[in-house]
């Protein structure tokens, strides 16, 4: 006797996990958990060789277990975030955001500073990385700033997102972290131009931007030393990128095999900024298109997905957040291939952090919020894909 195949809820069902599972897209949901799954996968590749620069630790596997509580936690404050409304995303990243600047603001007096630089807050097991919940706040705040602004109903959107842009970009130089002010101001400038900026605004922050990136090299010698090392491996300190350049390549097609990786052992910080490394080295160029495939769905999709939304709020955020991802995404795996200078910025849902981790989560549960297939949510006719009704 055949059984035929029952979904877990009946579209008849209006409860509001039911409502959730037929709106929600799939799709981008299931590339998310695939990449969260990566990470997981490649945590318990890289903790034995990442535990050997801590004397401390004797479970060789130490970062392996706290991968899966951080992506479990991202997974639950993804999905949790999913359920929200566009004026619940509205909501609580004004929280989010507020609570991300203050914390941003104690930093130079109770925060620990590595390396350098004074980014996260101790709170006993865990670091937190405020920045990391600033970027998708911030993104969803300046984009509905902009669509008050549109409106023309007296609300000085524009200045309001400037002046908490500059407020956030400021706080980030004083830590100071260069790489994530760029990538804020770069996924702030796309939203700004999304919003449907004039041209002439567009050519006076790409002037003061020319000007903020000379300044950021003149200022910060840590960024011209990574410059330097950039345009001159040769006379400069590379060890890091060449090792990691040397695993990507021993990778080969199919790579070493699991738990067969030799360069891992010799780059530093290869649990985080350079998991990317890790996995090409063990598994190869097949794991490594399989990566950049997932993104480029998830930013592909998800950017489709926005541009036919209805509502000018709901369009400019998700395509701000999934560009946030992308962006974020293309930064690491450059880096990792040597072909931009180091940045010190972590592999979405695959890098070894809590703070990246959840704040992936949220930035991911944002953008599925407001991309559910809600009566009205998107204009009439149209589709993911062209010629095809939303899925």
Request: charged share 15%; net charge positive.
């Amino acid at each position: 006797m055949s059984t035929a195949y029952a979904p877990a809820f009946s579209r008849n069902d209006k409860g509001p996990i039911a409502t959730w599972f037929w709106t929600v897209d799939r799709g981008l949901l299931g590339a998310a958990l695939g990449l969260m799954a990566i990470g997981v996968a490649l945590s318990f590749a890289s903790s034995p060789a990442a535990i050997t620069a801590d004397d401390s630790i004797s479970d060789p596997f130490h970062y392996s277990w706290r991968m899966l509580v951080w992506a479990s936690g991202g997974v639950a404050l993804m999905l949790l975030t999913s359920l929200l409304s566009p004026k619940g995303v509205r909501r609580i990243a004004v929280v989010a955001l507020l609570l991300a600047i203050a914390v941003m603001a104690l930093l130079p007096f109770i925060g620990d500073e590595v390396k350098g630089a004074a980014r996260w807050i101790n709170l006993g097991p865990f670091s937190l990385q405020p920045s990391e919940f600033a970027k998708p706040s911030l993104i969803v705040f300046a984009a509905w700033m902009f669509a008050e602004a549109q409106k023309g109903q007296g609300v000085p959107g524009v200045s309001i997102a400037f002046g908490v842009y500059a407020l956030t970009v400021g706080l980030l130089v004083i830590q100071p972290d260069i790489g994530q002010t760029l990538l804020i101001t770069t996924t702030f400038i796309a939203v700004f131009f999304m919003a449907g900026v004039p041209l002439k605004w567009m050519a006076v922050i790409g002037t003061v931007g020319v000007a903020g990136i000379v300044s950021i090299y003149a200022l910060f010698g840590h960024v011209r030393d990574r410059v330097a090392v950039f345009l001159n491996p040769g006379a400069e300190d590379s060890h890091q990128i060449d090792r990691a350049s040397e695993a990507i390549r021993a990778g080969g097609l199919v790579g070493r095999g699991v738990g067969e990786g030799v360069m891992k052992r010799h780059v530093p910080d290869l649990h985080t900024d350079f998991i990317y490394s890790v996995g090409a080295e063990e598994f190869g160029l097949i794991l490594s298109l399989i990566v950049i495939g997932l993104y480029a769905f998830i930013v592909v999709r998800g950017m489709s997905r926005a541009m036919k939304l209805s509502d000018s709020f709901a369009q400019t955020a998700a395509a701000g957040l999934f560009m946030l991802i992308g962006l974020q995404a293309c930064i690491n795996v450059a880096v990792n291939l040597n072909l931009i200078p180091t940045k010190g910025m972590t592999l979405p849902f695959i890098s070894y952090g809590g703070s990246s981790m959840l704040a992936m989560g949220l930035t991911m549960g944002f953008a599925l919020a407001l991309t559910r297939k809600r009566p009205g949510a998107y204009e009439p006719g149209a589709g993911v894909w062209p010629g095809r009704g939303l899925p």
